[in-house]
């Protein structure tokens, strides 16, 4: 059984590039979650999906961020322009509802220089 | 909001036992889960607790009062692998928000 899959798994570039994350969710999973984990303020939600419906976005950062979902197995987010302090590694997530365990991805390692 | 507590680390020895404890301030609350994250990997999913009470699972058991604000996860047996952060997070009544704590560093030592 596949579970969430993310690309890439690290990526490096200088700030004012525009950054795109993608995630496929586990097959069969309605809810789609983006979250940012550092250091500093651990994992924080971004966004959330259910049946490809962005329900709340209140987590995104500002309007740099923006994210994505236009089929069940498809999902990006997308940082425009990047900054230095968008550095952190990126997962998303799936489950069978808000209830339910989350599967995470392995994440995106990001670094803006 | 959702207010979420956890100590920041912890070290035990191995075979022993340990209790990490979770407290939270939520405006509404539904469940609590309990998450393992190994250094430089992805969150696993451990527990998820709705109703007051103790739920096990092998050598992990997870608990919660509701009442309190208050949740622990219990780890017998430990064993060097479950070095790990565990983050506790909670779900509010009717919202589809996970909101997770920062994490309790745990170092288990022989």
């Known amino acids: 059984d596949a579970g969430v899959i993310q690309s890439p798994r690290h990526e490096v570039t200088e700030m004012g590039q525009e950054v795109t994350l993608r995630c496929k969710p586990i097959?069969?999973?309605?809810?789609l979650f983006w979250y940012r984990q550092t250091m500093m303020r651990g994992l924080e939600l971004l966004i959330y999906f259910n049946n490809n419906v962005p329900i709340d976005d209140s987590g995104m950062p500002e309007d740099r961020f923006s994210a994505k979902m236009p089929n069940a197995s498809f999902s990006t987010l997308k940082i425009q322009p990047s900054e230095p302090r968008d550095s952190a590694v990126y997962f998303c997530a799936s489950s069978l509802g808000v209830d339910q365990p989350q599967h995470f991805g392995d994440g995106t390692r990001l670094s803006i220089l | 909001g959702q207010n979420i507590d956890q100590p920041t680390e912890m070290t035990a020895t191995e075979g022993a036992i340990v209790q990490i404890n979770c407290t939270y301030q939520t405006s509404g609350f539904n469940g609590l889960f309990w998450y393992q994250q190994h250094a430089g990997e992805a969150p696993t999913f451990l527990s998820y607790n709705v109703l007051d009470g103790l739920e096990e699972k092998g050598r992990f058991s997870s608990f919660l009062s509701r009442s309190k604000g208050y949740s622990y996860l219990l780890l017998k047996e430990l064993q060097m692998k479950d070095s790990a952060s565990y983050l506790c997070?909670?779900?509010?009544?009717?919202?589809?928000?996970?909101?997770f704590g920062k994490g309790t560093k745990l170092s288990v030592i022989p």
């Open positions: 997070a909670v779900t509010g009544a009717g919202s589809y928000q996970l909101t």
């Open positions: 097959s069969g999973h309605n809810s």
